[in-house]
């Protein structure tokens, strides 16, 4: 009788599984003494092999999504365009008033950076090579922009506005705007940080568990030859 048989590597050690027969007893090797292995225990693996490919394929197929990545792309081009705005109403300020104080000039160097930054940033999630890399740029970002949200509410907020930055101007509507792209902005980039995050950590969890997978399917082959007895009187040779 012709016995097909799956060969599995256990703590280093070579043992047949029979499809068509029993084996009670593996004989003896050097570095596994008196091993005994039913034809169900050899099971879980197969299970686990197929459950890592199908967690692998689940992550890949979320965060390679396109609606993931326009997303990101749409957040980005808001941070932009928050920015944009931001850097025109500061500038006029800083340009017509000649008045200069830290608040003024903070905020605008934060929105003069994060503009030239994002003029680039925003067509990144486009690219299939991209995973989130600029998780650390948003995570920086972010904190800027909460600072200078900070300045402009404590400039702004209530009745302020027509005695700070710059003092005795009344154009209130414009000092609003500053407030209210501010909170725009952080929001979005915010909101980029846990995505990217996200993407970042499938990225890195998928080459993590294809790593696995190629140790797994490698061709199960050996140049160690391991007698085995079927319980026919013959020995077969592994």
């Given at each position: 009788?012709?016995?097909?048989?799956?060969?599995?590597?256990?703590?280093?050690?070579?043992?047949?599984?029979?499809?068509?027969?029993?084996?009670?007893?593996?004989?003896?090797?050097?570095?596994?003494?008196?091993?005994?292995?039913?034809?169900?225990?050899?099971?879980?693996?197969?299970?686990?092999?197929?459950?890592?490919?199908?967690?692998?394929?689940?992550?890949?197929?979320?965060?390679?999504?396109?609606?993931?990545?326009?997303?990101?792309?749409?957040?980005?081009?808001?941070?932009?365009?928050?920015?944009?705005?931001?850097?025109?109403?500061?500038?006029?300020?800083?340009?017509?008033?000649?008045?200069?104080?830290?608040?003024?000039?903070?905020?605008?160097?934060?929105?003069?950076?994060?503009?030239?930054?994002?003029?680039?940033?925003?067509?990144?999630?486009?690219?299939?090579?991209?995973?989130?890399?600029?998780?650390?740029?948003?995570?920086?970002?972010?904190?800027?922009?909460?600072?200078?949200?900070?300045?402009?509410?404590?400039?702004?907020?209530?009745?302020?506005?027509?005695?700070?930055?710059p003092p005795f101007v009344n154009r209130?509507?414009?000092?609003?705007?500053?407030?209210?792209?501010?909170?725009?902005?952080?929001?979005?980039?915010?909101?980029?940080?846990?995505?990217?995050?996200?993407?970042?950590?499938?990225?890195?969890?998928?080459?993590?568990?294809?790593?696995?997978?190629?140790?797994?399917?490698?061709?199960?082959?050996?140049?160690?030859a391991v007698p085995v007895?079927?319980?026919?009187?013959?020995?077969?040779?592994?």
């Amino acid at each position: 009788m012709r016995h097909e048989y799956v060969k599995l590597h256990v703590i280093r050690c070579e043992v047949v599984w029979f499809k068509d027969c029993l084996v009670p007893e593996i004989p003896e090797t050097d570095n596994c003494p008196n091993l005994r292995l039913s034809p169900t225990s050899a099971l879980p693996s197969v299970k686990s092999r197929t459950t890592t490919k199908m967690d692998t394929t689940n992550t890949k197929r979320f965060f390679d999504n396109p609606i993931i990545r326009t997303f990101l792309g749409l957040h980005n081009f808001l941070v932009l365009a928050s920015s944009t705005i931001l850097t025109g109403i500061l500038s006029y300020f800083l340009h017509h008033y000649r008045y200069r104080n830290t608040h003024l000039v903070y905020q605008e160097v934060i929105a003069v950076v994060t503009l030239f930054l994002y003029l680039f940033a925003t067509f990144l999630p486009a690219f299939k090579f991209y995973r989130g890399y600029m998780l650390p740029l948003n995570l920086l970002l972010s904190y800027f922009w909460l600072t200078s949200l900070i300045f402009s509410s404590q400039d702004y907020a209530g009745n302020r506005c027509l005695y700070n930055s710059p003092p005795f101007v009344n154009r209130c509507r414009l000092k609003h705007t500053i407030q209210a792209f501010w909170i725009i902005g952080f929001s979005y980039l915010f909101l980029n940080a846990i995505l990217e995050a996200l993407m970042w950590a499938g990225s890195r969890t998928n080459r993590l568990l294809h790593g696995g997978d190629i140790e797994k399917d490698r061709p199960l082959t050996s140049g160690n030859a391991v007698p085995v007895s079927n319980g026919h009187g013959t020995t077969t040779t592994v």
